[in-house]
């Protein structure tokens, strides 16, 4: 499995004020990259995770507009 993407999972809030969980599944899905080439990275685990991101993984973050560009 090739790393090209580490997913910064988390909260967000949504327009109507609401709290939301952006799982993996769903960040990828809203930048456009396969899961295949992810690492999703818990904030609970990122410690542990460290040694396993390339160095030329792009990162990819909750945006709070929710204006996301295709990376795929």
Known sequence: MTIKYVLHIG???????????????RL???????????????????DELQDMIPEDATHLY???DGKYPQCF
């Open 11 to 25: 909260e967000t809030v949504d327009a109507d004020g609401n709290t939301v969980w952006i799982d993996g599944d």
């Open 28 to 46: 990828a899905r809203l930048y456009g990259v396969p899961m295949s080439q992810c690492l999703i990275l818990n904030p609970a685990e990122a």
């Open 62 to 64: 909750i945006l709070e």
